[in-house]
C-alpha cells in the first residue's frame, strides 16, 4: 500500500520560513517524480512545484520562485519543500504528490492526505 505523509505544516508570521516533508511507503521512491502542491480555501489546486527523480532538474510557479526550495532524498524516500519569506497568500493546504509515467497509457499518481500552512500577517 502506497503512502504519502506530509509533515511540518503550521502557522508562522510573515517573513518566516517553514520546512515541509513528505515521507513515502510502499513505492521505490527514485523512481518517481515528486511535484508539491497547495490548495488555498475556496481556490483550485496549483502546482508549487516539481523535482525529478535524482533531484537534478527542478521547477516552480513563479508566485513561489526564489523563496521556496524542493529537495529530495531518495534514500529516505523524502522529499522537501522549503519556504522562506512567507506570505499571507501562502497559506493553504500544502501536498505531495508521486508521480511515475509507467508507459504512454498508464500513469501512476499518488497523493498525501496534505498538511495546513497558515501564514499571519
Known amino acids: 500500500q502506497v503512502q504519502l505523509v506530509e509533515s511540518g505544516g503550521g502557522l508562522v508570521q510573515a517573513g518566516g520560513s517553514l520546512t515541509l516533508s513528505c515521507t513515502a511507503s510502499?513505492?521505490?521512491?527514485?523512481?518517481?517524480?515528486m511535484r508539491w502542491f497547495r490548495q488555498a480555501p475556496g481556490k483550485e489546486r496549483e502546482v508549487v512545484g516539481t523535482?525529478?527523480?535524482?533531484?537534478?532538474?527542478?521547477n516552480y510557479a513563479e508566485s513561489v520562485k526564489g523563496r521556496f526550495t524542493i529537495s529530495r532524498d531518495n534514500a529516505k524516500k523524502t522529499v522537501y519543500l522549503q519556504m522562506n519569506s512567507l506570505k499571507p497568500e501562502d497559506t493553504a493546504v500544502y501536498y505531495c504528490?508521486?508521480?511515475?509515467?509507467?508507459?504512454?497509457?498508464?500513469?501512476?499518481?499518488?497523493w498525501g492526505q496534505g498538511t495546513q500552512v497558515t501564514v499571519s500577517s
Open positions: 504528490a508521486a508521480r511515475r509515467v509507467v508507459s504512454l497509457a498508464t500513469t501512476l499518481d499518488y
Open positions: 510502499g513505492l521505490t521512491f527514485s523512481y518517481y517524480t
Open positions: 523535482i525529478n527523480w535524482d533531484g537534478g532538474s527542478t
